[in-house]
């Protein structure tokens, strides 16, 4: 095996860097190699110039006994390579039960290769249950900043509170991060992203208060620097070394309004366009505190997962994007005709959607959280009943996929389903039914969709059809167009979620604070003023 593995990494560097289908080919095998090689054998010593560990920490996906512990080496991180060498590195990784890093309980070493740009991503295991813990990394005579992270309580325990904030959107031209300063203040167990975590436009597209560097990003090293580019936002870099995080994307990681393997533009050659996908997909992984399971295979990558936190709350971490069948009616908005309605439309694809009801079936939490990226809500955009227009990007252009397993969580029981939800850049809350035109049918489930975190530049409280809209569609609750994000706290018997927005984006300074709390008791499915 390691003679299979080193001479096929060595034909990767050897190899013409354009030849990038040759790369995907082997990719899948490489990079699980060089991976499990990577535990088995040590690197070679860092010989570095500088600070390798510019792009910070981050930890995530945590269970009851083991976290992800995650950094990338670049010490020049907007260069192709990051400025390191195409070696194997070895790379150091402490955890202790301190913030001083004095108990250290466990440490390992493991190689950072090439392949996967200098990314680590370490498997802590063997911790204990429900307890914050600390970590750093070394690379040489260089140290990372130091990390918190933690574990999830015990599968059987029903603990009395978890806290978490759901953020989204967070274009970096369009705004500073500073709405993370107060995250981190609002001290959260687990962040979740639910996508657009980078924008893939030119440099300048929507140029505010900072740019993208180069073209529309295409290549891995393009996708490597645009990650390294955001990631440069210290408010964001410092939110990652909080807590762990629960990332998922949406269609910026890779393409707007992607769809499966199709792209919204008509001329794009599809081999191509796959061939784009993996460079996205295997970027996002690098970038990621994912565990290596979730490592991209070709042009795909399994995003779909599950966190719980003990009995209180199970995570259905989806994917909204890879699987999906294309938009209907041209992805225009349109009313919920046949071709929205069409049964063979998928949100999910078949295998994700079998794992979704298995785990809804099996659940034993008292809430079943469904964190994902696009609004559930069937809500009529134009609020003119005589003009309906529905966003055939979400849900309602996959409406009978919709309706049917909004009709599973009613007859099944599923015990207070939530659904969290990013993308369109505005807050909402939603009280969901079978058919949310129909106000004679009960509520089954509720929707929190949170705002971007920048996206859109500074918002307002009330946009330009507010009103309309939001006394048109029974299943409105709450609508706002201010930048933000969710924090949430949930107990045994209620859901809060307080909608934070920020006075400004475009300057430093700006400042973060409740819009509207929102409360929802267990049993109940209906929103209510906190
Ligand atoms: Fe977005
Ligand atoms: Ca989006």
Redesign the pocket.
């Known amino acids: 095996m390691m003679s299979l593995h080193e001479s096929m990494l060595r034909k990767t560097l050897q190899s013409d860097p354009q030849s990038r289908r040759w790369f995907l080919n082997v990719m899948g095998r490489v990079s699980a190699l060089s991976v499990a090689a990577g535990e088995l054998r040590a690197g070679g010593p860092a010989r570095l110039s500088a600070d390798p560990f510019t792009l910070g920490v981050a930890s995530g996906d945590p269970d009851e006994k083991s976290v992800v512990l995650w950094t990338r080496l670049a010490p020049e991180p907007l260069q192709p390579g990051g400025g390191m060498p195409p070696e194997f590195v070895d790379v150091r990784c402490e955890i202790a039960t301190d913030d001083a890093m004095k108990n250290v309980v466990q440490s390992r070493t493991i190689a950072a290769t090439p392949q996967l740009g200098h990314s680590v991503h370490v498997e802590m295991e063997g911790l204990e249950p429900d307890r914050w813990y600390w970590y750093r990394f070394r690379c040489g005579d260089a140290e990372s900043p130091v990390g918190r992270t933690r574990t999830m309580p015990r599968a059987e325990a029903l603990p009395p509170h978890v806290r978490f904030a759901v953020t989204s959107?967070q274009n970096y031209e369009q705004g500073l991060f500073t709405a993370y300063e107060q995250m981190a203040k609002d001290d959260p167990d687990l962040v979740f992203h639910l996508?657009?975590y980078i924008y893939e436009y030119e440099a300048g597209r929507n140029g505010k208060v900072r740019t993208h560097l180069g073209k529309e990003i295409v290549g891995l090293d393009d996708y490597r620097i645009r990650y390294a580019q955001y990631r440069s936002d210290p408010a964001l870099r410092h939110m990652h070394a909080q807590c762990p995080w629960m990332v998922t994307w949406?269609?910026?990681e890779f393409d707007n309004n992607c769809a499966g393997a199709v792209s919204e533009e008509l001329d794009v050659d599809p081999v191509e366009y796959l061939v784009r996908r993996a460079n996205a997909y295997q970027a996002y992984y690098e970038m990621m505190p994912l565990r290596p399971s979730q490592m991209p295979r070709n042009c795909d990558m399994e995003l779909y997962r599950k966190v719980s936190f003990g009995r209180l709350a199970d995570f259905l971490m989806l994917d909204t994007r890879q699987y999906r069948s294309d938009q209907p009616n041209n992805d225009r908005k349109s009313p919920l005709n046949d071709a929205a309605l069409d049964t063979r439309q998928t949100m999910l694809g078949a295998e994700q959607k079998g794992w979704l009801y298995q785990n809804l079936i099996r659940s034993t939490s008292c809430w079943n959280v469904l964190a994902q990226?696009v609004m559930m809500g069937m809500v009529n955009r134009s609020g003119d009943p005589e003009v309906l227009q529905y966003s055939m990007d979400q849900w309602p252009g996959y409406a009978y996929e919709r309706m049917r397993l909004v009709e599973f969580l009613r007859d099944r029981h599923v015990s207070n389903p939530v659904v969290l939800t990013g993308?369109i850049h505005t807050n909402w809350a939603n009280e969901l039914r079978v058919d949310d035109r129909r106000e004679d049918e009960p509520t089954v489930a509720t929707e929190f969709v949170a705002t971007s975190l920048t996206s859109g530049g500074n918002g307002v409280d009330r946009p330009g059809n507010w009103e309309a809209v939001v006394s048109t569609n029974p299943c409105v609750k709450f609508h706002n167009a201010e930048r933000g994000y969710i924090r949430c706290e949930v107990t045994p018997q209620a859901w809060r979620s307080d909608y934070m927005v920020i006075s400004d984006v475009l300057q430093p300074g700006g400042e973060t604070t409740v819009r509207r709390s929102l409360v929802v008791e267990s049993g109940k499915a209906r929103i209510q003023e906190a």
């Open positions: 959107c996508g657009d949406d269609d910026h990226q993308d």
